[in-house]
């Protein structure tokens, strides 16, 4: 690092050359008030939003905020961006360049910030010439976080309607066989309720013995039914619960069902803002008071050193 040569006295030294210094800093002032203007530093304008994240469900361990960001971040909104706002043409890149795409992304995310807050929201913030550009182009990121999420949401409820109408497919087939036994057991075997039917049959039978037995086509026919209850009764039992089950569980997927399809068709939003964005009235880029400043500190500091090592030199030559 450059030092001031030994023996050096500043206020001396700036009361010696006072003329050259006014001068110089003088200068550097000048050039600095136009070198930062409009005319070489194109003024940006700043616009952003704040927003918390809703109706997200984390993938993994991540926070809906972490989630958020990463939505954000996607190359899907960026390129979506690039293209509805013709950035690479705002921005002057060269589309033959080999390194086209990485320096326009490299663009965006220097003129894009997407960043959390410690309050667990997310600041979108936008840099542009244009302050109406700027906010549009705020509000055009949370639009296409809602596109895209609607769309992973939307693939991911398809995927369950896909499964659900399967697995219904499967609980009707079989809800069909089992009702095409229970026909069967009715029809052949005159088994309707069991339960009820053994009752019955049972009072009629005890009703008969009591009264000695003097119907034969009645005792008969109630031997008839007590045989085929013994033999397809379980049958009967054990068919009705097992349909009774298999009823119960169609009735929950097409509750799965009917909540998975209209997951597909509703319009959620994934954003509740908190401060919305809205066109900048004042540039934030570039502060101009900030590189008079510096320039015009970093002026004096090399003339103050150019002349002490001249002074020096002079000094040097006369010894």
């Known amino acids: 690092m450059s030092q001031f040569p ?9 009361l010696k050359y006072k003329k050259h ?51 954000l971040e996607s190359n899907d909104i960026k390129d979506e961006m690039i293209r509805k706002f013709s950035l690479a043409k705002h921005y002057g890149m060269d589309s033959t360049s080999s390194s086209f795409y990485t320096t326009l992304l490299k663009e965006y995310d220097e003129n894009v910030s997407i ?37 992973l949401q939307r693939s991911k409820s398809a995927e369950v309607v896909k499964i659900l109408k399967m697995q219904m497919d499967n609980a009707k087939t079989e809800m069909d066989s ?15 309720d069991y339960d009820a ?18 119907n034969p086509a ?22 009705k619960e097992h349909l009774w089950r298999a009823r119960g569980r169609w009735n929950d997927l097409k509750v799965e069902y009917q909540t998975a399809v209209r997951d597909i068709v509703k319009e959620l939003t994934y954003s509740n803002p908190i401060t919305k964005p809205f066109p900048a009235d004042k540039k934030s880029y570039p502060v101009r008071w900030l590189i008079v400043l510096v320039s015009t500190a970093s002026s004096f500091f090399f003339i103050l050193l150019a002349l002490a090592i001249i002074d020096n030199k002079r000094l040097g030559m006369k010894q």
């Open 115 to 151: 960043k959390k807050t410690e309050f667990e929201s997310v600041k979108v913030e936008v840099y542009d010439t244009d302050p109406g550009r700027a906010c549009d182009m705020v509000n055009e990121v949370l639009h296409l976080l809602n596109l895209k999420q609607r769309s």
């Open 21 to 71: 210094v006014l001068l110089w800093v003088g200068a550097a002032v000048v050039l600095s008030v136009i070198f930062s203007g409009e005319m070489f530093i194109k003024p940006r304008y700043k616009s952003f939003a704040i927003v918390y994240p809703s109706n997200l469900i984390p993938y993994t361990k991540e926070s809906e905020t972490e989630q958020m960001m990463q939505l």
């Open 6 to 14: 030994e023996n050096t006295n500043v206020l001396e030294l700036l």
């Open 197 to 214: 039917q053994a009752k019955e049959v049972s009072k009629r039978y005890l009703k008969m013995i009591s009264t000695g037995g003097g």
């Open 218 to 239: 009645g005792m008969k026919e109630i031997d008839g039914v007590i045989k085929n209850l013994e033999e397809k009764g379980g049958d009967y039992v054990s068919v």
């Open 178 to 192: 089992m009702e095409i036994v229970m026909k069967e057991l009715r029809v052949k075997y005159g088994i309707l």
